[in-house]
């Protein structure tokens, strides 16, 4: 894991989103499909953050010909009529705060349109010390009362942990810095619980995610998706790799680092 991606974390939290579903939905069984989902987290000073789910995400595409410009292909669409005069929408509330836009993956069961699992990637916005920790630890409660499967991955350094207490001692101990929780419903209608601890200074593991009961999991190899990312991100040339990191690596870690970054030419 790179520390110094924390910089940019909106980028990399969604390309991490995106190849994590790809990578899975080439090994999903028949019958169970990966998708990417996104939440929007309103924050405003009278309304708790709440999850909304946007009805349609509308996209810039860029110019195909620049000899003409672009437009709609001409498929025998109905051309529009003149629209009617109105008065303004009587406004009744208007939101003052921000909208962050958070991404997920799901994995689906066609047969029924069943959520098996759900992984998640935490963001700042869950870490914080406001609304947005409450909010995730809301949601996460409502998927442990249920029977989906929820797979937690931990790459922030930053912000208060939102996993659970047990154990988490122990690996601050040892000198880790990231961790994965996953939490997997088995036969006897309860719930297993495995922490994983993840240290700076190794490859990032492949991680097990759990299916339906009585399936073997699929494999997520969180450091070529890793690498995936950091290579189509172009981060090496635009993150700023001459400081410390934020927050600031230990001594021992800061040295390690700066031995590899001259290696590769980076400082």
Same mark, same amino acid.
């Given at each position: 894991?790179?520390?110094?991606?924390?910089? /940019?974390?909106?980028?990399?939290?969604?390309?991490?989103?995106?190849?994590?579903?790809?990578?899975?939905?080439?090994? !999903?069984?028949?019958? !169970?499909?990966?998708?990417?989902?996104?939440?929007?987290?309103?924050?405003?000073?009278?309304?708790?953050?709440?999850?909304?789910?946007?009805?349609?995400?509308?996209?810039?595409?860029?110019? /195909?010909?620049?000899?003409?410009?672009?437009?709609?292909?001409?498929?025998? &669409?109905?051309?529009?009529?003149?629209?009617?005069?109105?008065?303004?929408?009587?406004?009744?509330?208007?939101?003052?705060?921000?909208?962050?836009?958070?991404?997920?993956?799901?994995?689906?069961?066609?047969?029924?349109?069943?959520?098996?699992?759900?992984?998640?990637?935490?963001?700042?916005?869950?870490?914080?010390?406001?609304? &947005?920790?409450?909010?995730?630890?809301?949601?996460?409660?409502?998927?442990?009362?249920?029977?989906?499967?929820?797979?937690?991955?931990?790459?922030?350094?930053? &912000?208060?942990?939102?996993?659970?207490?047990?154990?988490?001692?122990?690996?601050?101990?040892?000198?880790?810095?990231?961790?994965?929780?996953?939490?997997?419903?088995?036969?006897?209608?309860?719930?297993?619980?495995?922490?994983?601890?993840?240290?700076?200074?190794?490859?990032?593991?492949?991680?097990?995610?759990?299916?339906?009961?009585?399936?073997?999991?699929?494999?997520?190899?969180?450091?070529?998706?890793?690498?995936?990312?950091?290579?189509? &991100?172009?981060?090496?040339?635009?993150?700023?790799?001459?400081?410390?990191?934020?927050?600031?690596?230990?001594?021992?870690?800061?040295?390690?680092?700066?031995?590899?970054?001259?290696?590769?030419?980076?400082?």
């Amino acid at each position: 894991m790179d520390p110094y991606l924390e910089q /940019t974390w909106g980028d990399v939290h969604a390309r991490l989103i995106m190849y994590a579903a790809d990578s899975l939905r080439r090994q !999903l069984p028949t019958g !169970l499909v990966a998708r990417t989902q996104e939440r929007v987290v309103l924050e405003h000073e009278d309304v708790r953050l709440r999850d909304l789910v946007p009805d349609i995400n509308l996209r810039w595409r860029p110019p /195909t010909s620049s000899a003409s410009g672009w437009s709609l292909p001409d498929d025998g &669409g109905v051309a529009l009529e003149e629209p009617l005069k109105v008065a303004e929408p009587v406004r009744t509330y208007r939101a003052q705060g921000i909208e962050i836009t958070e991404g997920y993956v799901e994995i689906i069961d066609l047969s029924g349109g069943k959520v098996v699992t759900i992984i998640e990637v935490l963001s700042p916005t869950y870490k914080n010390s406001g609304q &947005g920790s409450k909010v995730y630890r809301e949601k996460r409660n409502d998927i442990l009362d249920s029977d989906v499967n929820l797979v937690e991955i931990d790459l922030l350094r930053s &912000g208060q942990s939102v996993l659970p207490a047990i154990g988490l001692e122990e690996v601050e101990e040892q000198g880790h810095l990231y961790e994965v929780l996953i939490s997997q419903m088995e036969k006897t209608g309860k719930r297993r619980f495995d922490l994983y601890a993840l240290p700076l200074r190794k490859r990032l593991p492949n991680l097990p995610i759990p299916l339906r009961i009585g399936e073997e999991p699929v494999i997520l190899n969180l450091q070529s998706v890793f690498e995936l990312c950091y290579e189509n &991100g172009s981060y090496e040339q635009t993150v700023d790799y001459s400081r410390q990191p934020v927050p600031p690596l230990s001594a021992t870690d800061a040295a390690w680092a700066g031995e590899l970054l001259k290696a590769r030419g980076i400082r």
